[in-house]
């Protein structure tokens, strides 16, 4: 082996080691030097030395002994999840959502802003604008801000390029780009169903096999195969809405006909209300009077969201598929016709072996999952 190679390896080697220790350090609530040698099998000379560069880094910190039962009681190490944080912004056609989390991703600020269209470059300023003023809120940390994760509503490639996002009006838009040069921080885009998975996955981490679908505007699905999020060849998974139902159906914002979210969307459900005169609700109350004529609109409404979930259910074979939608979640009745729909429609063995829950994250979880990803980045980054 050349003396080339030989650094190659050793630096190698020396960045997979700093990254073990740190990863063992975040998973543990605190940890010894001792108990991290013991765990990654490293000598406790490099344990110490990797320890003390973290240190001085300011990515950990000591805190005071820990209890043995003889001897010299260690002192024990802990992350430092404020020494910097992270940014999630979840942008919609109507709302700008945006949260900052340490770096364990405890959400520390949020906020929601209305809007009225919603153009790359407005987006830009409103995001840019909000997050000096809630960062300067949270205090000075070693790192400040340490990335933004953006979740868009449609379809992101593998290079963070919004190739096109119907309802919010963006084609081929590098919105990482744009909001990098204006806030000098790391940025990302992501697929908002992605980023809810994210959330979602933090409180199922061994799902073998599920999805998570947000209903709001549009539909789209976070795909969780053995742990891990699915994004496809160029990370275009996810787009369900878009698989038709119904040929020769309603037009929909991609430029095609009969879409499932044409029918199972929220804004389907809100127009079917409005046009039978009921009022549609607020953005934090989506509570509808129920009656005979509400009953029918519901039960109409869950025989086409059954008609996509029995196909995704039938393709994936999902152990639990999570409804993020404030309407379903807010009316009770929808979730319970869904489940007759789709006990009617699928075999025995199908319908035993999937669970259909209503999401348990927060309203705001694809922001909140942005900025765990934004944070998980930056320390890759400094691993």
Request: proline share 3%.
């Amino acid at each position: 082996m050349d003396l080339l190679s030989k650094r190659f390896l050793h630096t190698h080697m020396r960045i997979a080691n700093r990254r073990l220790v740190l990863e063992k350090i975040i998973g543990s609530d605190e940890i010894s030097r001792v108990a991290l040698a013991k765990s990654t099998g490293l000598t406790k000379a490099t344990v110490s030395a990797i320890v003390a560069d973290l240190i001085d880094d300011g990515l950990v910190v000591e805190l005071g002994s820990g209890i043995t039962a003889r001897g010299r009681k260690p002192i024990m190490l802990k992350f430092a999840e404020r020494s910097g944080i992270a940014a999630g912004v979840s942008i919609d056609a109507d709302e700008i959502e945006i949260v900052v989390t340490d770096l364990y991703g405890t959400v520390l600020l949020e906020e929601n802003i209305e809007i009225t269209g919603c153009t790359p470059e407005k987006a830009v300023r409103i995001i840019s604008s909000n997050l000096d003023r809630l960062a300067g809120r949270c205090g000075r940390s070693r790192y400040s801000l340490t990335g933004i994760g953006c979740a868009i509503p449609g379809i992101v490639d593998n290079r963070g390029i919004v190739v096109n996002a119907p309802y919010i009006r963006w084609q081929n838009v590098n919105f990482s780009e744009m909001l990098n040069k204006k806030t000098g921080v790391p940025v990302f885009c992501e697929n908002v169903a992605n980023m809810l998975t994210v959330a979602e996955i933090m409180h199922f981490p061994n799902e073998k096999a599920a999805i998570c679908l947000r209903i709001r505007s549009g539909i789209r699905a976070g795909i969780i195969i053995n742990g891990e999020i699915y994004t496809g060849g160029d990370g275009f998974a996810g787009e369900v809405g878009h698989m038709q139902v119904e040929p020769d159906g309603l037009p929909c914002a991609c430029g095609q006909t009969g879409c499932w979210e044409t029918r199972a969307s929220e804004r389907a459900l809100r127009k079917s209300l409005v046009d039978s005169g009921f009022a549609p609700g607020t953005r934090t109350d989506y509570h509808v009077e129920a009656n005979e004529l509400s009953g029918n609109i519901f039960h109409e409404y869950a025989r086409w969201l059954a008609t996509g979930i029995v196909s995704l259910i039938n393709m994936f074979n999902p152990v639990n598929i999570m409804l993020n939608s404030p309407m379903i979640s807010s009316n009770d009745s929808i979730l319970s016709l869904l489940n007759q729909e789709l006990e009617r429609r699928l075999t025995p063995l199908s319908f035993s072996s999937c669970r259909i829950e209503l999401s348990t994250a927060r309203r705001n979880a694809a922001s909140i999952g942005a900025a765990v990803s934004a944070a998980d980045r930056f320390i890759s980054r400094m691993a």
